[in-house]
């Protein structure tokens, strides 16, 4: 996951923000891949375009086509909100931040070798198994302790 924006009511100009917010300085993302919502008007088209990103719509009534974003969303919302009240949308910015960041670098995933997206630098080979608590203790980050 590479940016998570939170908003009561997105607009055109919001969309576009999250665009510019998770491709700084133009950093090699090449595709958007997006459905058929009316926020996505021609002023975010062209944005897109001078960046280089190459917009891909989906057909309408394609759910299969974007299985990795509803894949996403659906860990988001069974492995962190079903179980989190939300209080206003500062306290929702601050869970999905915390979540995007164990999704990331913390928890486990069905990928090549079981690998997680950003794996530490160093990983240690000995040491006592230690637990970090995650979301106040909904999920959990095991590691080795330096011995």
């Keep these: 996951m590479i ?36 926020k996505f008007s021609q002023g975010f088209r062209g944005m897109l375009a001078a ?16 299985a990795v974003c509803k894949r996403f969303q659906g860990s988001v ?23 995007v960041a164990y999704y990331n670098q913390m928890r486990p995933h069905q990928g090549i070798g079981q690998s997680i997206p950003d794996p530490p630098l160093e990983p240690k080979e000995t040491g006592s198994v230690e637990a970090q608590p995650v979301l106040g203790g909904l999920h959990h980050h095991y590691y080795r302790k330096a011995a």
């Design 51 to 66: 960046r280089g990103i190459e917009d891909i719509r989906l057909p309408c009534y394609s759910p299969d086509l974007n």
């Design 77 to 99: 919302r069974q492995e962190c909100l079903d179980h989190v009240i939300v209080f206003n949308e500062q306290n929702l910015r601050r869970v999905i931040r915390e979540y």
């Design 3 to 38: 940016h998570a924006g939170v908003t009561r009511s997105p607009t055109d100009a919001w969309v576009a923000q999250q665009v510019r917010e998770a491709t700084p300085w133009n950093a090699g993302q090449r595709f958007l891949i997006r459905d058929n919502n009316i």
